[in-house]
């Protein structure tokens, strides 16, 4: 089982900067799909970005692209999760995630799904203030 824990979330005015950061251990396989998916109290989870860990690219939400960016340091088993020009709608609880199954079934240009997902983090929580 992949082990995940996330930090950097916090509070942040509009148009303000976050990094999240999610430290992995335990990959046993060559590739892996790994992001960021996250979730509002009594709303579904949301994919927001996800990265092929074989360096085969990544995966935007529209509602973030020219916002985030996601990147790994393999050399630091860090996966990380830049949010720039935040807005409140950002406001979610982000949760770091890993797949071994998605890289068999789909590209990463497909929007992953949550259901491929069994590897998850705790979460950490972003607010952003108007």
């Known amino acids: 089982q992949v082990q995940l824990v996330e930090s950097g979330g916090g509070s942040v005015q509009a148009g303000g900067s976050l990094r999240l950061s999610c430290t992995f251990s335990?990959?046993?396989?060559?590739?892996?799909?790994m992001g960021w998916f996250r979730q509002v109290p009594g709303k579904e989870r949301e994919g927001v970005a996800f990265?092929?860990?074989?360096?085969?690219?990544?995966y935007y939400a529209d509602s973030v692209k020219g916002r985030f960016t996601i990147s790994q340091a393999n050399a630091k088993k860090t996966l990380y999760l830049q949010m720039n020009n935040l807005k409140p709608e950002d406001t979610a609880m982000y949760y770091c995630?890993?797949?071994?199954?998605?890289?068999?079934?789909?590209?990463?240009?497909?929007?992953?799904?949550?259901?491929?997902?069994?590897?998850w983090g705790q979460g950490t929580q972003v607010t952003v203030s108007s």
């Open positions: 995630a890993a797949s071994e199954v998605a890289p068999l079934k789909y590209s990463i240009r497909t929007q992953p799904r949550e259901v491929d997902f069994d590897n």
């Open positions: 335990r990959l046993k396989l060559s590739n892996y799909y």
């Open positions: 990265i092929s860990t074989d360096g085969g690219g990544s």
